[in-house]
Each structure stands twice: as C-alpha cells, then as structure tokens.
C-alpha cells in the first residue's frame, strides 16, 4: 500500500517547468544536469525519495528554483537506467502530496522541508457521486482521451480505481494542464473540493 510508505520530512526537489506528479500514478524522467545526477546518487544511496518542484515561470537564471511552487508529491523511485553518458532514465510513482515548507541550500540541487497533506471526507455520498459523474465524463469525451498514452485503455484503467481519492489524482495527473488548477488540487485536504473542482475543469 502507497500508504504504508513512510515519507522523510526533508525530500531532495528537481525542479522542471510544466510538470507535475499525483499520488498512484508514475512519470518517467531523464537526468542530464550535473546536479540531478548527485541528487539522483544521493536518492539511489538514501530512501529512493525525492519530489519535483513545479516551476512558476521559464528558467532564467542558475537560482530559478525559488520559484517553483510549494505543492507537489513525494516520489518513490521504481525504476533506474544508467546510461553509458551519465544521464539517467528513471520511473518515479507518486506516494503523497506534500507542501514543501523551506528550502535549503546545502547541496548542488535543492532539499525541500515537506508536511504530508492528509485527504478528508465531508459528505460520503456526494463525493460517491461525483466520482460516477467524472468516471462517465471520461468514458464519454473521447478527445480527452488524447492526453493520455494510446495504448491505455480507459475503460480498464477506471475499473482498476478504486476510490474518489483516486480518480482524483488520476485525472489530474492525466486530464487536467491548469498549473493553477494543479497547485489546487494538489494543495486541497477535502476530497470533496478536489472533485468538485475536477468537474468543473472538466466541463469548462
């Protein structure tokens, strides 16, 4: 269970524009720079966990990491292939979300201070409904199926959710590109308010 996962209250941060990762769903990475391969021996030597800073604006300078955002998930690493060239190409599969709270700046890449965002239920049937209307929503819409990997197949990816939480970082993870939207979902506590705010990106 990704729950059983204990998640460090500091977590090494790659920081890249435009990218998110959600809780149960993974995204590969390649490591090139100099500092993300130290950061990626350290993680391979420690507990395999690091998260990725999603960036507010395009890098400008060497100190852009100040302004990645302060919402994201801790990233279990599954999979590392060492390339013959020193870069990297690894899997890494969401945990838990987590508010990254300080920075420091003791090494070549960036150490994040982390709280884990714990999810709560207000109203159990609302959100059951919900999650049958998003579900519905994304076997419907085919042209939201263009997001996501061609081979996947939908309607076996559904079946294999099993709760709101769920289909709520799995759409967002897959259907939703709203950085601001994305901050939100990862920021929110109420399952509740992350469906309800995933219908509305959904329907908008």
């Known amino acids: 269970m990704l729950c059983a996962v204990r998640i460090p209250d500091k977590l090494p941060i790659i920081a890249l524009p435009n ?4 809780p149960s769903t993974s995204i590969p990475l390649h490591i ?15 507990d395999r966990m690091f998260c990725i800073g999603a960036v507010q604006k395009s890098e400008s300078s060497n100190d ?7 919402y994201s998930t801790a990233g279990l690493l599954r999979a590392c292939v060492v ?9 890494l599969e969401g945990i838990k979300r987590v508010k990254i709270t300080e920075l420091e700046y003791k090494k070549p890449y960036k150490i994040g201070h982390v709280q884990e965002i714990n999810s709560n239920t207000n109203d159990v049937d609302w959100v059951r409904s919900a999650d049958k209307k998003i579900r519905s929503i994304l076997l419907g819409n085919s042209f939201l199926h263009e997001n996501m990997n061609s081979e996947m ?14 289909i709520a970082d799995f759409v967002s993870q897959y259907f939703i590109s709203n950085q601001l939207t994305l901050q939100k979902l990862l920021s929110l506590e109420s399952i509740d308010e992350r469906l309800e705010l995933i219908l509305k990106s959904l329907l908008d």
């Not at 852009?64 to 302060?70: A, E, F, G, S, T």
Request: proline residues 4%; glycine residues 4%; aromatic residues 12%.
């Open 153 to 166: 197949d939908i309607n076996q990816l559904l079946e294999s959710i099993e709760t709101p939480e769920e």
């Open 64 to 70: 852009y990491l100040d302004n990645i955002y302060p």
């Open 32 to 46: 090139f720079e100099h500092k993300y391969r130290e950061m990626l021996s350290d993680v391979i030597a420690g």
């Open 83 to 91: 390339n013959k060239n020193g870069t990297s190409n690894l899997m």
């Open 19 to 22: 990218t998110y990762l959600f």
